[in-house]
């Protein structure tokens, strides 16, 4: 036999000891480097493979689109007659242009799941790391439903958290929840959620810097930039949530007051989201979605041996969990969607079309595919009357949500909002778009069919209203502005939605009604667009 000889370099002088400042790093954090490290090859093969622009990711590129080519605009115009990009989020549309959206998705996935590890450890639990990993697999969940500014969000949420638990660093905790709420409005709701428990138990300065900022965040940007919207929230959908959240506070270790108090808190804002119409809706589903599962394991793995019917339960609740989250986004991606549909890779046509048909100087309705590809896809080429946004579709399209829809309505709705053109995408339609589609292949009088190829169909609304009242008329719109021809002083009603950042050089803006007046002096080609300069007109009119 031949011994074995261990070769040891040569020590040198200023190399570190094998117990130097790295290794150190590596053990204090092994559960977060772990967490984060696992998830990479899941981030890797979304990004290049599955990120297709499907879901979710049609909203985030839309607006990531925006801020790019426009991002001195505080008001587009590019769906649902006006929309201001900071009722969407301050921050995410800004950093998705820059950086891009899968960038910065996978950034801020990744981010996340370092301090939702990093909690997992301070909160002391036995055997932390596996919470975290499935801590980590639910954000990535989220981001691979296309959520990137959610995502981004909650990233700063979570390092909130992370300053108020084994240590206290309320100040700059206060800050991280301002950049939470900045990013995405339904993180700072989450982020109240966990001040509460802090003020359930007594811990104010805890409290106050949880719940504080996502108030000064939302209520200014509410004051400053006018939204009226609400989400759906069926009956349905209160199952899921509120049992997960009845779960934790009535199953998870005595000794957890904190998470017990904050799952009840979340139970009653379930059942207030439902009873109270809101821009929330089900969107409260995601604080369970990401982050039950996590908790009932680590309440699973710190409940003794001998509590067998508790441990039960807990396990029944953490399969439930497990159940609810993989019957969403994992699934889809597991099955495959890497494959974007050959209506929406074959657009070239139906854009030259539009274009040719002038539907530069109208809007444009597209019937809405079920994973909303179509807002994505043209919302470059042409102003569209819907989009993707269930909180201002439900405002400003009401009938197809609320069961009025019919062909009478529809007509009422296409003139209301100055839609020319009607578009119809050889795709599943959304299920509020599926009367919307049967009317539209019908063949209504009113829809003249004035093209047509293998993936896409237009209709031309006969006797459209116009976008701006006669004698003017449109010259150009844009994503962000509108030149209107007016051939004499006089007011004309241009129906674009209102907003107090709206423009104009050498004229007047006010609101009527819903829309806006336009108001001059003399005949020209005048230039309504937006800014985040104190808006050219007084609040109070012309």
């Known amino acids: 036999m031949t011994a074995a000889v261990e070769l040891k370099p040569a020590p040198t002088r200023g190399a570190p000891p094998p117990t130097g400042a790295s290794r150190t790093f590596v053990r204090r954090h092994r559960v977060p480097l772990l967490a984060t490290v696992t998830m990479l090859p899941l981030y890797a093969v979304w990004a290049l493979f599955r990120a297709n622009g499907g879901g979710d990711l049609a909203a985030q590129e839309t607006w990531a689109r925006f801020a790019a080519e426009h991002g001195g605009s505080a008001y587009g115009l590019f769906w649902f007659g006006g929309a201001h990009m900071a009722n969407y989020s301050l921050l995410s549309p800004y950093l998705m242009g820059f950086f891009g959206v899968r960038t910065v998705a996978v950034a801020a996935g990744l981010a996340a799941g370092w301090?939702?590890?990093?909690?997992?450890?301070?909160?002391?639990?036995?055997?932390?790391?596996?919470?975290?990993?499935?801590?980590?697999?639910?954000?990535?969940?989220?981001?691979?439903?296309?959520?990137?500014?959610?995502?981004?969000?909650?990233?700063?949420?979570?390092?909130?958290?992370?300053?108020?638990?084994?240590?206290?660093?309320?100040?700059?905790?206060?800050?991280?929840?301002?950049?939470?709420?900045?990013?995405?409005p339904v993180a700072g709701l989450f982020l109240v959620v966990a001040g509460a428990a802090y003020a359930l138990s007594r811990d104010w300065p805890r409290a106050a810097a949880l719940i504080v900022p996502p108030f000064v965040v939302v209520g200014?940007?509410?004051?400053?930039?006018?939204?009226?919207?609400?989400?759906?929230?069926?009956?349905?959908?209160?199952?899921?949530?509120?049992?997960?959240?009845?779960?934790?506070?009535?199953?998870?270790?005595?000794?957890?007051?904190?998470?017990?108090?904050?799952?009840?808190?979340?139970?009653?804002?379930?059942?207030?989201?439902?009873?109270i119409p809101s821009p929330i809706g089900t969107n409260v589903e995601r604080l369970a979605l990401l982050f039950a599962?996590?908790?009932?394991?680590?309440?699973?793995?710190?409940?003794?041996?001998?509590?067998?019917?508790?441990?039960?339960?807990?396990?029944?609740?953490?399969?439930?969990?497990?159940?609810?989250?993989?019957?969403?986004?994992?699934?889809?991606?597991?099955?495959?969607?890497?494959?974007?549909?050959?209506?929406?890779?074959?657009?070239?046509?139906?854009?030259?079309?539009?274009?040719?048909?002038?539907?530069?100087?109208?809007?444009?309705?597209?019937?809405?595919?079920?994973?909303?590809?179509?807002?994505?896809?043209?919302?470059?080429?042409?102003?569209?009357?819907?989009?993707?946004?269930?909180?201002?579709?439900?405002?400003?399209?009401?009938?197809?949500?609320?069961?009025?829809?019919?062909?009478?309505a529809y007509r009422a709705w296409l003139d209301r909002w100055a839609v020319g053109f009607v578009v119809l995408p050889d795709a599943v339609p959304d299920r509020y778009g599926a009367a919307e589609a049967r009317l539209v292949r019908s063949g209504p009088a009113w829809l003249e069919p004035v093209w047509s190829d293998a993936h896409w169909r237009v209709y031309r609304v006969r006797d459209a209203v116009p976008l701006v009242t006669a004698p003017a008329r449109v010259m150009r719109a844009t994503a962000d502005e509108l030149d209107v021809w007016m051939p004499a002083p006089g007011s004309v009603r241009v129906r674009v939605a209102y907003s107090p950042w709206l423009r104009v050089a050498g004229g007047c803006l006010r609101r009527e009604g819903e829309f806006t007046l336009l108001s001059v002096g003399g005949p020209g080609v005048y230039r309504i667009g937006s800014g985040y300069a104190a808006p050219s007109s007084p609040p109070g009119g012309c």
């Open 115 to 184: 301090p939702a590890a990093v909690l997992c450890v301070r909160s002391g639990i036995r055997r932390p790391l596996a919470p975290a990993l499935l801590a980590a697999f639910g954000l990535w969940a989220d981001v691979a439903a296309g959520r990137v500014t959610f995502a981004l969000g909650v990233a700063f949420a979570l390092a909130a958290c992370v300053l108020l638990v084994g240590e206290r660093r309320p100040a700059l905790s206060a800050g991280y929840g301002l950049l939470a709420t900045a990013a995405s």
């Open 220 to 275: 200014t940007t509410t004051v400053l930039f006018p939204f009226h919207g609400r989400q759906p929230m069926p009956a349905a959908r209160i199952l899921w949530p509120a049992l997960l959240g009845l779960a934790v506070a009535l199953l998870a270790p005595r000794g957890w007051r904190l998470v017990r108090r904050g799952a009840a808190v979340y139970v009653a804002g379930v059942l207030l989201t439902y009873l």
């Open 293 to 408: 599962p996590a908790v009932l394991l680590a309440a699973l793995l710190s409940t003794e041996r001998g509590a067998r019917h508790l441990r039960g339960a807990l396990a029944c609740a953490l399969v439930a969990s497990l159940a609810w989250l993989g019957s969403g986004t994992p699934v889809t991606f597991l099955r495959g969607t890497d494959r974007v549909p050959a209506w929406a890779a074959d657009a070239h046509g139906v854009v030259r079309a539009l274009d040719r048909l002038g539907a530069r100087g109208t809007r444009v309705e597209v019937v809405p595919a079920d994973d909303h590809r179509e807002a994505a896809v043209l919302s470059p080429y042409v102003n569209l009357a819907r989009g993707f946004n269930t909180q201002l579709d439900m405002e400003r399209g009401r009938l197809f949500y609320d069961g009025t829809f019919s062909p009478s």
